[in-house]
Structures are given as C-alpha cells and as structure tokens.
C-alpha cells in the first residue's frame, strides 16, 4: 500500500516497480478529487521517460468503472510489463456508492495476476491508508474464506495495520 506518487517522486515510484517486480498496480483515487490534484505518473499514450525509467502506455480498456492500462515499463535492458487498473467510482472518506464495484475490482485485479504470472501488487490511493487498507482487507478477507472457510474481519485489519498504521480509516 502506498500513497499516490507526488510530481517528485514519480521517477522513484517507477523504479519501484521494476525493482520489487511489480506486475499489478491497482489505483483507487482519480487525478482530481475534492480540492487535491495528483500526478498522472504514466503517458497519455505512446512513452515518457519518467528519471532513468521509461514507461509505454500499450494498452487502455474500460471496464465497468474501471480503467484497465498495460504499460512496459523499461530502464537499461529490464523490461516489465505491468497492469494497471484504476477505480473511478470510490471516493476519499466515503464508502462506495455500489460495493459490487470494489468486488468487481478485486476480480478483475485477480484476472490480471494469473497474466502477471502472480508478481507482487501495489495498491495506492491519495493517502495510502483509507482505500488501500480497505480494499487489502475485503480482498484478503475473501481470500481466506476461499481457502479456509474463516472470516474474521477484526484480524484482518489488525495484521493490515500491523505492517502500515492508520490502514482502513474510522471516523472514530
């Protein structure tokens, strides 16, 4: 989980990707919300050279509130490619309007895991807690109960927030 890339950091943030072998990143902000805007940290289309990392936008399909991106991202002969699905619909401090689309998101993030041949996930959202702590917590929690017929949502979070405090925002 991470926070959304500021201007500064987007060459660090693409370095990240190729060094910890990311093959997913799912986004749960948009560029402009409230009164905050945030960098678009890949091309319109075609490449961008984003430090010493350069980043191909190869693909983009709507998908029901979400935009899925391919990108191949490269720097010195490392090449990746690396999906990127984007939730339009989930606003900052606000639950969704129709939960089905966070468990759509985590299908179709799954769908683009097995062509990722299961490389490591970033989740980012504008603060890196309220949304990416949620979304880590539902997608877990379902896991479990896939493979161990458990749900313990208290848990859950309590391990989430173990690894990165403040995760999954109360208003309490």
């Avoid at 987007?10 to 997913?24: C, K, N, P, Q």
């Avoid at 490449?47 to 509130?65: A, F, H, I, P, S």
């Avoid at 639950?95 to 998101?105: C, E, R, S």
Wanted: hydrophobic share 35%; net charge negative; aromatic share 6%.
């Amino acid at each position: 989980m991470t926070q959304a890339p500021m201007e500064n950091t987007i060459a660090d943030f693409s370095r990240m990707v190729l060094d910890y072998e990311i093959g997913t990143i799912v986004m749960l902000n948009n560029l402009e919300e409230e009164c905050e805007s945030f960098p678009q940290y890949w091309p319109q289309h075609g490449t961008k050279m984003y430090g010493d990392v350069t980043v191909e936008l190869v693909q983009t399909t709507d998908v029901d509130n979400i935009i899925a991106r391919q990108f191949e991202v490269t720097k010195q002969g490392t090449r990746r490619i690396v999906f990127h699905l984007q939730h339009l619909t989930w606003e900052n401090k606000c639950i969704p309007a129709d939960p089905q689309t966070v468990l759509n998101l985590i299908d179709e993030v799954q769908k683009y895991q097995q062509k990722s041949g299961n490389s490591p996930i970033v989740v980012q959202c504008s603060n890196g807690v309220g949304r990416s702590g949620t979304f880590c917590a539902i997608a877990s929690c379902l896991e479990r109960v896939k493979q161990e017929q458990v749900l313990d949502v208290f848990q859950t979070v309590k391990s989430i927030r173990v690894n990165r405090p403040g995760a999954v925002e109360t208003l309490v």
